[in-house]
Structure formats: C-alpha cells, structure tokens
C-alpha cells in the first residue's frame, strides 16, 4: 500500500479485528474505560496470487456493563453486540441467525462467543477476547468483538418498509405484573404473549423489571416484570368485554410459562 498511515497500515488486513482491538485499547489507555466503537472497512482474503476483497462490518465494546434481572454483568456486553447484530439483520428478508459454539477463531476466549449464521452461511462471530490477547495488549477490562461478513450479508435482499395508516380509534394500554424464575427470559415472555395472536395487538414491551437481593418484595432467583400490552383496531372503538376477554388468555399464558400474576 502506497503511502500507509503507519507501518501496520501498510498491510492488506485479513480482518478488521485487529484494529478495532487497538482503538478500544488507545482508550482506555487514556481513561475512557466505557467505550462502544465501529468500523466498516476491507478486508482482504486468498492468496498472493488471488487476494479476494470484502466488505466487513467490525464492533468493539468494553466497560459500562450493567447486570439486569435475566443477565449478569459478565453477559451483559455479549447480548449488548448480540442486540445490535439482530438489529442489522433485521433489516435484510433472512431465516432467524443460528448462533453456534462450535469452530470458534482462537481470539475469543473459550465458551465466550459463537458464530452466526444465516440460512446455513457463516456471516458474522462475536466473543470476548481471549484473556492471552489481553494479557499481550495489557487490557485491563473485558473486550467483546463482532465482525461482519458484509459479502455474504449484502446477497440477501432487504426488507421492504410497510407504511401503516394511523388508525382514528383510541389505543388502550393494559398492564401486566408478574413474577417470574430468573430462568425464564423477557424473549420467552414476549414469544408466550404473542402466540396468541389478534389484529388488534399493536404493541408488548417491558415497562420495568425488579429483583430484590434481600428476598423480600420478591424472592431469591426470581424478579418481578411489569409489561404494558398496547391494543387498537384500524375500524372500531374497543370493548370493554373483549378487552376483558384478551387480557385474561395473556395471564393464562403467563401463568403456564410458570409467572405468578400480582394483580
């Protein structure tokens, strides 16, 4: 390469990797210990003889974890890139990624990551970095890494938006108190609602989640969820009854994932 940066620039870069671990590395070098970071770049594969060019997608995370009541602060940066991941996908008409354990790259610490895949291709690996490479860059907190394949991602289509006309009737919010075993996940609370399904379920989100360390609101290896249900119809005013109605199959459904409804 004519004219590098400096010398590591110089070189075709097999992965974005690498760079992304320096930066995160510069700073919290110089204090920034909470750092969420991006690059979209090349990458450069094959041979010397066939050097194959690609489009990729690395990101780097480190410090300002936070523990919730289903992930532990350990866990938290990987569901963190996790989330960020699946938003992209989602921007693309593709199966569900599959996330593997299997054939992990050696820079991610053991049991600390997995590769994704679409539709049966490899198109991105996410992990925290190994403590040796740690160690070698004198890290001093934990570093979680994705990288992208943008190739692979790119040959799949996008998702065409879908405008919605703003319906003239009124929503109505409904509110949902539960507790729940630590086991079970705000994706399966979410999946368990939305199994039963009406065209005037608009909306499931969490409102707020409490676990209480001393075991006494609520008890150990449990927490409690709050979830706001939101219903509206594009062609009618809502019943009092049928809202009735709806809302007990939610608790129905609630209570057999193993929840304890606090009315």
Do not use: C
Not at 10 to 23: A, D, E, F
Not at 70 to 95: H, M, N, P, Q, T
Not at 166 to 182: G, K, L, N, T, W
């Amino acid at each position: 390469m004519g004219n590098p940066l400096n010398e590591e620039a110089g070189n075709l870069r097999p992965s974005l990797l690498p760079g992304m671990v320096t930066m995160l590395a510069t700073n919290l070098n110089r204090d920034v210990n909470d750092v969420r970071l991006y690059e979209m770049g090349t990458r450069f594969t094959g041979s010397t003889a066939t050097v194959v060019e690609e489009p990729s997608l690395s990101l780097g995370a480190t410090g300002g974890a936070r523990a919730t009541a289903v992930v532990s602060e350990a866990d938290a940066l990987f569901y963190e890139l996790k989330g960020a991941l699946e938003k992209l996908f989602a921007r693309f008409r593709i199966a569900a990624p599959v996330y593997s354990q299997t054939n992990l790259p050696s820079w991610i610490e053991p049991g600390r990551g997995a590769t994704i895949s679409i539709e049966g291709q490899i198109v991105a690996v996410l992990g925290e970095l190994s403590s040796a490479e740690a160690s070698k860059r004198k890290l001093r907190q934990p570093v979680w890494l994705a990288e992208v394949n943008l190739a692979k991602l790119f040959a799949f289509p996008l998702r065409t938006p879908v405008a919605h006309e703003i319906s003239r009737y009124q929503a109505v919010e409904r509110d949902f108190s539960f507790v729940f075993p630590d086991a079970v996940t705000w994706a399966a609370v979410e999946a368990r609602i939305r199994e039963w399904s009406t065209p005037e379920l608009l909306r499931v989100t969490p409102v707020e989640i409490f676990r209480d360390p001393k075991g006494k609101a609520v008890d150990t290896g449990h927490y409690s969820l709050l979830t706001r249900v939101v219903f509206q119809s594009q062609e009618r005013t809502l019943r009092d009854e049928e809202l009735t109605a709806w809302s007990a199959q939610i608790i129905l459904g609630l209570v057999s994932l193993g929840g304890k409804h606090r009315a």
